[in-house]
């Protein structure tokens, strides 16, 4: 498979985004929804210390675990100045904020809210497709950001993001412990070591809002 350079990425993105623009509520904000599974959190905290408090975007963590509470909310804010939350049913999704799903819970984005259920399906990936399907159906211009390993379903997942309109990022093989299929394919826009990544995202959220 021919991979695309880094300017024919650029512009296949602005395309998309050109394209896929009328749907998005004029002033509305951009929402990332990252994804982590096993050996994420390091690459986590690593993108968030490198993002300003002030981006504009609201940012989704979707994690791997069920059985035991995450700490994330708690780790968080030792690495970041942009708040966090714990992710809740009727808790509104605001800019410059970080939510963390809680374990054992997917998540869909409603007019604005979240709304928390059981999970429906064993398998972080699945919570991955669930937010990331109710994401690409809202106002916000989305972008997904890929920090481990994905199955068939989360790369579908991807394929399906990207061509409602949205921006996909993974993390480089080399800087990640498992790294995801998903970078073989050409469901990911842009293959990035987490610095880089949050480099990307502040460009994106400068690039909507123009």
């Given amino acids: 498979m021919n991979v695309p350079d ?13 394209r896929h623009g009328a749907r998005h509520v ?29 981006t504009g975007m609201a940012f989704v963590v ?13 780790v968080l804010p030792s690495h970041t100045s942009i708040p966090v939350q714990s992710a809740a049913t009727d808790r509104i999704l605001l800019p410059n904020h970080i939510y963390v799903v809680p374990s054992s819970q997917e998540m869909i984005l409603t007019n ?47 394929k399906m993001f ?15 412990e498992e790294p995801s299929a998903a970078i073989k394919t050409r469901y990911v826009d842009y293959v990035l070591e987490p610095e880089a990544i949050a480099r990307r995202l502040k460009q994106i959220a400068r690039s909507l809002r123009r």
């Fill in 6 to 18: 880094g300017h024919t990425r650029v512009v296949r993105v602005a395309n998309r985004l050109r």
């Fill in 26 to 54: 004029p002033n509305s904000f951009p929402v990332v929804c990252i994804g982590m599974s096993n050996g994420g959190v390091k690459p986590l905290l690593t993108l968030f210390r490198h993002l300003g408090p002030s």
């Fill in 62 to 74: 979707v994690h791997y675990l069920q059985d035991i509470p995450t700490l994330l909310p708690e």
């Fill in 112 to 158: 604005g809210f979240f709304l928390t259920r059981p999970w429906s399906k064993r398998g972080w990936s699945n919570v991955f497709t669930v937010f990331l399907d109710s994401l690409s159906r809202s106002r916000h211009h989305g972008v997904a950001v890929v920090l481990s390993r994905l199955d068939e379903g989360g790369v579908a997942a991807l």
């Fill in 162 to 176: 990207q061509q409602r309109g949205g921006i996909t990022i993974a993390q480089t093989p080399e800087s990640a």
